[in-house]
C-alpha cells in the first residue's frame, strides 16, 4: 500500500483517539476482496506504554447479530428454514404471539421488548459481572414487559435474536459456535474468530476499559465481564477476521445474491442519522440507502470496554471496501467514528489520484 496513505489513515486514527482521549483502536481495510490496511494505532494500556495488535482480539458485541443473520439465510437458502415461519412453530413450549414470523426477528419489527434501557438489568450487571442470568431470565422479560403488536413498529431487540438464537439450535442441533464455525469461520479459514460460553474462554481478549462498573474510574473489563450477559451470544475476533467476514457476505462468498438481496431489502427507515443520509434496518444489517457511496451495509455493536463497526462500500472511489475498526474504551458510536474517518481519508486520496 502507498506509504503516504498508511501514514494519513494511520495520523487521522491517533489524532481521534488523543482527542477523544482513548487508548487504541484495530483497524482494517479489504479491497475488492484482498487485505489492504491492517494496524493497531495507539496503546492496549491505560499508561500508553504497550502499543495494541492488529490482531487484537475483542467482544464484537451487536455485530454478532449479523453472524447470526447470515447463519439464519444460509438455512433459508437450503430449504430448511422460512422468513415467514412461525416462530411460536419453532419453540411451541414458548409462548409467544403466533403471528410473529422470523423475519419479524431478525428485523427487529417482532415487537419484543429489549433489556438495553432497563435498570434491572444494568443493577445486575453491575453487581455480579462475572455471573451472568440465564437465558430464562432474559426470556421471561418477554413475558413482564409490554410487547408491540409484531410488524408495526421497529424496536431493537436483544431478545429477539435470543429467540432467534433458541430457533437456530433447534432446527440444527448445533450450537451456535458450531453453527457459525460451520457457515462462517471454517469457510474463511478464520483463526482467531469463536463463540466464548465461559470467562475461562475470554482470556485471549485485550484489554477493553470502562468506567461503567466503578462509577468513575476505568477498569479494564476482560476478566470481569462473562459473555452471557449478552443475551443472544457474542463473538470473539479481530479487525481484519471481522472485516473478513462482513466483506466475503458481498462478495457472495457465503450466501447467493438472490439471499444477500433479502438482508439488504429495508425492513424500517430510521431516517437521517450522523455519518448516513438514510439510515435503514434489513435482516441483521444497517443500510444507508442513500449513500454517495452505493448500497452501504454493516452492523455496529457495543457494550462494557469496547466500540466496533463493520461496514462494506461498494463504491469507494471505484473499488468495492469493507472497513472495520474496533476501540478498547467503550464510547457510544466510536467504532463508526473511526469507519467513518477512514473513509474521509481514502476518499480524498483517491480523488487526488485521478
Known sequence: MNQTLHQELKSAIEHSLRKSQTPGAAVAIRL??????????????LNYTQPLSKDASFYIYSVTKSLLATASLDLVGKGILNLDDSVQHHLPDFSLD?????????GHTSGLPDYGGMSTYFDALKAAPT????????????TQERCLPPGTDWQYSNIGYLVLKRILKRITGLSMQQLLHQVIFSPLALQSTFV?????DVTVLTPGYTAFFSGTELQ?????????????GVVISTAPELAKMIE????????SSALIEQMLYPVHILGKYPRFEKLAYGLGLFIDL???????????????????????????????MTIAAITNQDRHDYGLVLVYKLVEVLNKFLASQH
Open 290 to 320: 442513500e449513500s454517495p457511496h452505493g448500497l452501504v451495509a454493516g452492523h455496529t455493536g457495543e457494550g462494557p470496554g469496547y466500540s466496533v463497526a463493520a461496514f462494506h462500500f461498494p463504491n469507494l472511489g471505484g473499488s468495492q
Open 98 to 106: 403466533p403471528s410473529i414470523t422470523i423475519r419479524h426477528l431478525l
Open 248 to 255: 466475503a457476505l458481498f462478495l457472495n462468498q457465503i450466501l
Open 131 to 142: 455471573v451472568p442470568w440465564s437465558e430464562e431470565t432474559f426470556l421471561n422479560l418477554v
Open 32 to 45: 475488492n476482496g484482498e487485505p489492504f490496511c491492517e494496524m493497531g494505532v495507539g496503546y492496549q494500556d
Open 220 to 232: 479494564d473489563m476482560s476478566p470481569l465481564y462473562h459473555p452471557g450477559w449478552v443475551s443472544h
Open 196 to 200: 466464548p460460553n465461559t470467562l475461562d
